[in-house]
């Protein structure tokens, strides 16, 4: 009588932000004819029960600390490829690949700033280009050094109608990965009209010079 197929369905979690190892492959085996109970090729898995099947991985992605030849489940992944040998006690084999992947990371850009071209104006602006990671974006600014983020635009892209001051943005794209950002809308000094006081002489009489 023949076994059933080794069945191997997966759970694929890719990276959710760039540079951070938190890829997952969890997999559940069916079919084909299990190992018995003890026995040296029945893996062990992750959650400390037998698994049934020997199981071997592969990757040629260096660095991962949590990786383990032996056992069901992959956690905390890097980004890259990795495969998966499954035998049954029959000696029937399947194997499969799997990618792990990763966002790029996110990136804010400035473009071109406007500061105050007057002592005491509230004409900047800074308008921002995101990129990377996974959208959406949200923003959230903050201002400090005499600052004042306008009412109502806390969490605009852009910001319009400043006065001169240090204005942060955090960005928070839809995997919850996050980068700051600040500007240092600046003015001139203020024009003031100085008087020295001997450089001149009262005029005491009507008509006089």
């Known amino acids: 009588?023949?076994?059933?197929?080794?069945?191997?369905?997966?759970?694929?979690?890719?990276?959710?932000?760039?540079?951070?190892?938190?890829?997952?492959?969890?997999?559940?085996?069916?079919?084909?004819?299990?190992?018995?109970?003890g026995h040296p090729d029945n893996t062990v898995g992750r959650n400390g029960a037998e698994t049934g099947y020997k199981i071997v991985w592969?990757?040629?992605?260096?660095?991962?600390?949590?990786?383990?030849?032996?056992?069901?489940?992959?956690l905390n992944l890097k980004k890259?490829?990795?495969?998966?040998?499954?035998?049954?006690a029959n000696g029937c084999q399947v194997t499969k690949n799997y990618s792990i992947d990763e966002?790029?990371?996110?990136?804010?850009?400035?473009?071109?700033?406007?500061?105050?071209?007057?002592?005491?104006?509230?004409?900047?602006?800074?308008?921002?280009?995101?990129?990377?990671g996974t959208s959406n974006y949200s923003y959230q600014w903050t201002a400090s050094n005499g600052g004042e983020v306008p009412a109502g635009q806390e969490s605009n892209q852009n910001l319009t109608g400043l006065i001169a001051g240090t204005y942060t943005v955090l960005i928070t794209d839809s995997n919850?990965?996050?980068?700051?950002e600040c500007y240092e809308v600046t003015q001139p000094d203020e024009f003031l009209i100085s008087?020295?006081?001997?450089?001149?002489?009262?005029?005491?009489?009507?008509?006089a010079s």
């Open 103 to 132: 966002p790029t990371a996110l990136d804010v850009t400035i473009n071109n700033p406007a500061d105050l071209s007057c002592f005491g104006d509230n004409n900047g602006f800074i308008n921002l280009t995101v990129g990377g």
């Open 176 to 180: 919850g990965c996050t980068i700051t």
């Open 195 to 207: 008087e020295v006081l001997d450089s001149h002489v009262d005029v005491l009489c009507h008509g």
């Open 58 to 74: 592969n990757t040629a992605v260096i660095g991962n600390t949590d990786f383990l030849v032996n056992t069901d489940d992959q």
């Open 1 to 37: 009588m023949w076994a059933d197929p080794i069945i191997l369905n997966e759970t694929i979690s890719d990276i959710a932000c760039f540079g951070t190892p938190d890829g997952n492959i969890d997999i559940t085996i069916t079919g084909g004819k299990p190992f018995a109970a």
């Open 80 to 88: 890259g490829g990795y495969t998966i040998t499954i035998t049954d």
